[in-house]
């Protein structure tokens, strides 16, 4: 059974740092592609970034520069490093299992808050 549970949400004041973890199991880790994918309240869907299997990154623009996606193959583990957090980055983030550039299985989700 693939399963994904994220890690690392809270509450942040802006300009401040969060690292998000995604624990992996079920499948081969290391063969599939991942994604960050948030819900900002009252909005749908906004895909945050994804790494291939063989550490390409890709990011929204709006993240570039702030936020860092990683993997360990070797722990099973997604990261994503938050920096320079802005209350517009206040959001459910969720991680997700990659399938041809589409998500096929997604985690429970971490609240990311990012209030003074």
């Known amino acids: 059974e693939v399963q994904l549970v994220e890690s690392g949400g809270g509450l942040v004041q802006p300009g401040g740092s969060l690292r998000l973890s995604c624990a992996a199991s079920?499948?081969?880790?290391?063969?599939?592609?991942m994604h960050w994918v948030r819900q900002a309240p009252g909005k749908g869907l906004e895909w945050v970034c994804r790494?291939?299997?063989?550490?390409?990154?890709y990011c929204t623009d709006s993240v570039k520069g702030r936020f860092t996606i990683s993997r360990d193959n070797a722990k099973n583990t997604l990261s994503l490093q938050l920096n320079s957090l802005k209350t517009e980055d206040t959001a459910v983030y969720y991680c997700?299992?990659?399938?041809?550039?589409?998500?096929?299985?997604w985690g429970q989700g971490t609240q990311v808050t990012v209030s003074s």
């Open positions: 790494i291939g299997r063989a550490g390409d990154t």
């Open positions: 079920g499948f081969t880790f290391s063969i599939h592609g």
């Open positions: 997700a299992r990659d399938n041809m550039w589409a998500c096929d299985f």
